[in-house]
């Protein structure tokens, strides 16, 4: 089948904003490899890479900000229709949409690609908005109107089958890819621990991305204590910005932990040029999450090669095995996750060869080339109907 003149629009306006630039570039190279033509609509915050065989227009311009709201919302909507009206003019084969939440935000969206006519392929990343705005009703009148969905894993396909009501037949399970491709040769774990102040010696944790109750990072202070008994030297890198949370529940809980000795603080927006710095220091990776359907700070610390403890979700085990390419505890308990970490922290060995078996495993099975291959299909599929 010959995909080679199928030109086809990624429409995701986070971009470098917030960490979906990685997620882009994978996934346009990976359509590129496969042979498709591809141009990436995204936000005037991402850097645009050098090597690049894909086309990038930034078209989504000063949306992102402190300023106000209404007016960005404005902004929005005008540079979404630009997009489509260009995207239309390219005659593109279709169009692919990322979604996080189902909002007016993702309702337009639709709506204009329909008004425009274009095929729509949406990526469903969050089948549930964490933030409180989920709608069974609101998702599945969403993505109804769609031509196809992407999902993840067989738990969030599931999700949406039996709470917004989608048929099975519209919806795809194509695994989330690597960041092999950005991985930068340095720092070296030594010098990434310098530039952090942390020794050489000290076991380090990390736990990394935005900072929100279902990440639950309290559960991770409350399972600290003894872990800290154990190792007293340990450190627990905190690296991220706060989502839609109260930061000081955190900090009062370090205080009545007594690990004030134990934590380094690292909140905010993490640049680019600066993660790196965070996973070579760490030793171990915690993600003690209460809920979730896939993780890109999963699959960014196994590209790594960074090993990883996660809670035993099914988002989370769909990838990874106990002690077999990661580290699973039980969800919701902070005790025996003080259990897991403390056994882990004792066995370099095990440590080390867990996470060749992690590098190993987003290698082959999250690998862009088979993706691109698995997503040009999926288009084919769309643009084939009538």
């Known amino acids: 089948m010959n995909y080679k003149k199928m030109k086809v629009a990624i429409i995701e306006p986070v971009g470098g904003h917030g960490g979906m630039n990685y997620y882009d570039f994978g996934l346009a190279q990976g359509l ?13 915050k991402t850097i645009i890479p050098k090597d690049k065989s894909f086309k990038v227009n930034l078209s989504f311009r000063k949306i992102w900000g402190e300023g106000n709201k209404a007016l960005r919302a404005v902004r929005f909507a005008i540079c979404l229709f630009r997009t489509l009206l260009d995207a239309r003019i390219q005659k593109v084969a279709l169009i692919h ?26 990526t469903a990343h969050d089948i549930e908005s964490f933030a409180g705005e989920y709608s069974d009703h609101a998702a599945g009148r969403i993505l109804g109107r769609v031509d196809k969905i992407i999902v993840h894993n067989s738990v969030s ?12 037949a519209n919806i795809e399970i194509i695994p989330h890819g690597n960041y092999l491709n950005t991985i930068p040769k340095r720092p070296s774990p030594s010098t990434a621990k310098k530039i952090l102040n942390l020794t050489s010696a000290d076991p ?3 736990f990394f ?35 839609k949370d109260d930061f000081s529940k955190y900090t009062n809980l370090i205080r009545e932990k007594n690990l004030q ?47 990883v403890m996660v809670s035993d979700l099914e988002g989370m085990t769909e990838i990874i095995q106990n002690k077999r390419n990661g580290f699973v505890f039980q969800t919701n308990n902070p005790d025996n996750l003080s259990e897991q970490l403390i056994n882990v922290l004792s066995d370099q060995d095990q440590l080390q060869l867990i996470s060749q078996a992690g590098h190993e495993t987003v290698s082959h099975q999250h690998n862009w080339k088979l993706i691109g291959q698995q997503t040009l299909k999926l288009y084919q599929t769309v643009s084939n109907r009538k």
């Not at 590129?32 to 005037?44: E, I, M």
């Not at 990440?215 to 989502?243: E, M, S, Y």
């Not at 979730?292 to 960014?300: A, K, N, R, W």
Request: aromatic share 10%; proline share 5%; charged share 20%.
């Open 157 to 168: 396909r599931r999700e949406l089958i039996e709470k917004a009501n989608l048929p099975i």
């Open 97 to 122: 949409y990322h979604f996080f939440h189902y909002t007016r935000v993702e309702t337009l969206c639709v709506l204009l690609a329909q008004l425009f006519g274009l095929r729509i392929v949406v």
């Open 204 to 206: 380090v944790l990390l």
């Open 261 to 307: 000795n134990n934590i380094d603080l690292h909140i905010g927006y993490i640049p680019d040029e600066d993660v790196a710095v965070f996973y070579r220091s760490a030793d171990l990776i915690v993600l003690p999450y209460r809920r979730i359907y896939q993780s890109g700070v999963l699959l960014m610390a196994m590209s790594y090669g960074l090993p």
């Open 32 to 44: 590129v490899n496969s042979g498709a033509d591809v141009t990436l609509y995204t936000s005037d």
């Open 209 to 243: 991305g935005q900072i929100k109750e279902v990440k639950g990072l309290d559960l991770l202070l409350q399972a600290l204590p003894p872990v800290v008994a154990k190792f007293p030297t340990i450190k627990l890198l905190i690296a991220g910005k706060v989502w």
